[in-house]
């Protein structure tokens, strides 16, 4: 997809950035603070303000992506060139800076010009290199707070030279150091991320920075946003909004068309590059650092079509994903039909074990093998065993697995992932247990919502938990016949609002913790029961049998 990411960002480069200049310079009589410019700080707005509109928000796009479990040609494309226009649009702002600045200076735009900013773009690429070097140094400290203090340090100090060589020029050339301190910091991240051995750990450490620096810099863009700006000018924000998007589309279409692309979805596509967020936040706010009699004012104005498309672009995409087909979220869950179902994948002495332990505790058991010779050294008395012969949504409907209150896989990894993916996007079975051979797998099954064990470390834990806690150890294998735990969901709808102090219970049932709606709540006398709360009791098996009555109804 690499030609038709190019394309389209090529495509959405030149279609926003003319039609947002143009945009701009036509509706300047409408825009308060720049109806009275110069020709030439009006081209610079444009220039400004086009070069912003470009701009993408890669968090929200992998947010939404990683929600849906999306994959296929669109949300490639649409990641592709997400992630990939970021670093455009940065070069693009660097270089729209120094030709805004000179215009607004009162210079003409001539060819040298393009030249001295070309050259004092390489010049900023170099010195994030040198960056880079630095910071590769800094990363390979032990200390993480003494290189959390320097990594910081060092971007302040980018930002500061910035500032104090803000109007040194070379050789008395119109070329600056230091003229864009984000493209610095991004050649620097990219130096150390893409030929360092310590990218990860770099990443590692920026992330923990991370949010009390958003919380600065957010605070700080709050404070600067001037709503008279905004409430005089959101007749101005709406156009801009549309603006934009008419680009984007226009912009999407021409790129596809060039790559020659026809995949299935390249209609939707525009829809996928409409939020803006963090990267679109700060070239506002350095426009308004940089140019002080109208930049506040334009910062402003940007914002708020920024906040516009964040508030729209999510919905959209999400809805364009599921449009195309490539999303992957988990199915509705079963309701519960009174008889508690459970599907084991594999044919062994230890499935064979589990199947007739469940039995015994009155659940409707199928096993499921793979090898058709495994039926016939099946014991008599085995409980219901089917052949599966393909790994497929049909073979798995066939066994009734949208009926089924837990499923237990206990074949190849490879065949439990797959089995486990078409549980999840297809019949939302929410208990999957996943017996794991390799441990690089985990999180494979861990997006999924499946429970993994994996048998060293359980059996590890569990001697653990009988040296550190034999009662409860006991209890939980059901070694004390006396005693068992039980897991029950409430279906009851009259006990629905109930609070657990109001009710009678055996007098040897304990309940022991609620999970409502995924999360695990401190239950006491107060709690009140929903519809769907999972009860976790223990007490003799005649009072638990009586409770699950209660409960299931």
């Excluded at 864009?180 to 990218?199: K, S």
């Excluded at 060039?258 to 426009?287: H, M």
């Excluded at 729209?312 to 869950?333: F, Q």
């Excluded at 109001?502 to 022991?512: R, Y």
Aim: with cysteine; aromatic share 8%; glycine share 8%.
């Amino acid at each position: 997809y690499f030609r038709s990411i190019v394309s389209i960002i090529s495509g959405q480069v030149v279609a926003v950035f003319a039609i947002g200049i143009a945009a701009i310079v036509l509706i300047k009589d409408m825009v308060p603070f720049m109806a009275s410019l110069p020709q030439n700080e009006i081209w610079a707005i444009a220039l400004l303000g086009a070069t912003i509109m470009i701009a993408r928000s890669p968090s929200s796009a992998l947010a939404i992506i990683k929600e849906l479990r999306a994959r296929g040609p669109f949300t490639h494309k649409v990641l592709g060139a997400t992630v990939l226009k970021d670093a455009v649009v940065i070069i693009i702002f660097a270089a729209a800076v120094s030709v805004a600045a000179v215009l607004v200076e009162g210079a003409d735009f001539d060819i040298w010009l393009l030249l001295f900013v070309s050259f004092e773009i390489l010049l900023d690429i170099g010195i994030g290199i040198l960056i880079g070097l630095l910071l590769r140094t800094v990363s390979t400290l032990t200390n993480s707070i003494v290189k959390s203090l320097l990594i910081l340090l060092i971007g302040l100090g980018v930002f500061w030279f910035a500032t104090e060589l803000h109007d040194f020029h070379l050789f008395s050339l119109p070329v600056s150091f230091f003229s864009e301190p984000l493209l610095i910091c991004m050649t620097a991240g990219f130096y150390v991320g893409n030929y360092t051995r310590l990218g990860s750990d770099f990443q590692h450490t920026l992330e923990e920075m991370a949010p009390g620096i958003f919380l600065i810099f957010f605070t700080l863009v709050g404070v600067e946003l001037e709503l008279s700006v905004l409430w005089q000018a959101w007749g101005i924000v709406l156009i801009l909004f549309a603006v934009r998007l008419i680009g984007i589309f226009i912009g999407s279409y021409a790129g596809t068309t060039l790559a020659r692309d026809k995949s299935p979805g390249n209609a939707l596509l525009g829809l996928g590059f409409i939020t803006q967020a963090g990267v679109s936040v700060g070239l506002a706010k350095e426009i308004g650092v940089e140019f002080s009699e109208w930049g506040p004012q334009l910062a402003t104005l940007s914002i708020g079509v920024i906040v516009l498309n964040q508030i729209v672009g999510p919905p959209l995409l999400k809805w364009a994903i599921n449009r195309v087909g490539e999303s992957h979220t988990r199915a509705d869950s079963p309701t519960f039909d009174g008889v508690r179902d459970v599907i084991i994948f594999g044919l062994e002495d230890q499935s064979l074990a589990l199947a007739r332990q469940l039995a015994n505790h009155l659940w409707n058991v199928i096993l499921v093998t793979r090898r058709q010779e495994a039926l016939a050294n099946a014991a008599d008395g085995s409980p219901r065993i089917e052949v599966m012969s393909e790994i497929s949504a049909t073979t798995l409907r066939n066994l009734e697995t949208g009926r089924a209150e837990s499923v237990v896989l206990m074949l190849s990894d490879a065949e439990n992932l797959a089995i486990c993916t078409l549980i999840y996007e297809e019949f939302g079975v929410k208990n999957v247990i996943v017996r794991l051979q390799d441990h690089t797998n985990f999180e494979k099954f861990h997006e999924l919502g499946a429970l993994v064990v994996e048998p060293g470390t359980a059996m590890v834990s569990l001697l653990d938990q009988f040296v550190r806690s034999p009662f409860a150890a006991s209890l939980l294998l059901g070694m004390d016949s006396a005693e068992e735990f039980m897991e029950i969901e409430m279906h009851n709808p009259d006990l629905h609002g109930k609070a657990i102090r109001d009710m009678h219970f055996p007098h040897d049932v304990l309940i022991l913790s609620i999970s409502r709606k995924g999360t695990r709540i401190i239950s006491h006398g107060y709690t009140r029961l929903e519809l769907g709360d999972h009860i976790t009791v223990v007490g003799s098996p005649n009072s638990l049998a009586e409770l699950q009555v209660k409960f299931e109804a």
